[in-house]
């Protein structure tokens, strides 16, 4: 069986080497990234199967990342986390409509496998 790729996108160092560690334990290969333009240079060479980013970040936010991953891995699920509880009404007023799914910030590892299985 061949592993999934995931992408975990944070400006928070240890929020995205924590997740980064989790996911390698549950079987997944995952990489962790601390600005998104460095995600986006990485999805030019390897197509992630996940990408786990938060919202709100220096530069470019989640939502943009994402959009800009799918146009090179259209089947890449998309999880964007945010600690803001209306982020979702934030986001939709920003930037429209958005396919990707919202998580709370911060989420119980647990919670999150069971998500990211449910999805890949």
């Not at 975990?8 to 962790?32: M, N, P, Q, R, Y």
Request: glycine share 4%; aromatic share 8%.
């Amino acid at each position: 069986m061949i592993s999934k790729i995931i992408f975990v996108v944070d400006d928070e160092v240890v929020i995205a080497d924590t997740l980064s560690v989790i996911l390698k334990h549950a079987g997944f290969v995952a990489k962790a990234f601390y600005r998104p333009e460095e995600a986006l240079r990485a999805a030019e060479w390897i197509a992630p199967d996940m990408l786990i980013s938060d919202v709100f970040m220096p530069g470019m936010t989640g939502v943009e990342l994402a959009n800009r991953v799918r146009v090179r891995s259209p089947a890449c699920h998309v999880f964007l986390f945010s600690g803001q509880q209306n982020a979702g009404t934030i986001l939709e007023k920003e930037h429209g409509r958005f396919e990707f799914t919202i998580i709370p910030k911060p989420i119980h590892p647990t919670e999150l496998l069971a998500l990211i299985h449910e999805n890949l």
